[in-house]
């Protein structure tokens, strides 16, 4: 029964140390490993005014980092693999999750969005969907899943215990409902969420053990600092910081290292966010 599943394919890691993994590490979250990336994104800032002042468009850094990480995982497929059942899959899709605020207040009620990932889309499509899904979704205060969560929540203990119990039985055969994981960030490649839209820096966020969802990103408010550059001067760049908190037992640091620079890659030449998420990045790799 674990062979099947709607969500993904099995996958038949080459090694023992591998496959023994979920056995000596089944949780998630006793197999977090998560490091921190400073990006230079000072042509970006330029590129995006740019863009929007001529074209209209409503580029921005948030749309950018989506793009950057959606590219990444499509050409570094171990950052689309997860663990259900002690067994290893690879995700069918590219999915992209993050939390709205409906308004910047510590009361505004959030919403959470999920956005599939196509091969041919681009910077400029990702972000015409980002912001057409955020303004529907702030137009009518919540969306289909948090309508479930509110019913849920409200349910008394004891059923609630029994019914995540079941989800847990239904998770660990792979014969969870879809209509159970539909717009679930706990079922999406990558949940990321922008501090640096509250004035914050990125942290380190854990990962969870409810759902498939393996890769974690906080983003951090654009700033300041100076840099010194390859001619030996000091200056003053646009820079990000972004932290990344993935399972381990999927892929090792020096896969994920490596990963990393296809993202740094495309958020310092914003030239190539604008081409097709399948079209290869050239990174020495």
Known sequence: MRNKRRDGVRVKMPDGFHNILPYVMPKRTEAEVSMTEQFDVTDLVKYMAERNEKEGTEL??????????????????????FISGRTFYQRNDITLSFVVKQKFRDDADESLMFLKVEPDMTFESISKMILGDVEKVRKEKSNDLDKLMDFVGSLPRPVLEAFFGSLRFLEYHGIMPKSLTAGDPNYSTCLLANLGSIGADSCYHHLNNYGTCSFMVTIGKLHKEQKLMYDGTWQERDVINCTFTLDERLSDGFYNAKSLRIAKYLLEHPEALSEEIRQPVPVEL
């Open 60 to 81: 921005k850094i948030f749309h950018a980092i989506c793009t950057a990480v959606a590219r990444t995982i499509y050409h570094r497929p171990k950052l689309n693999y």
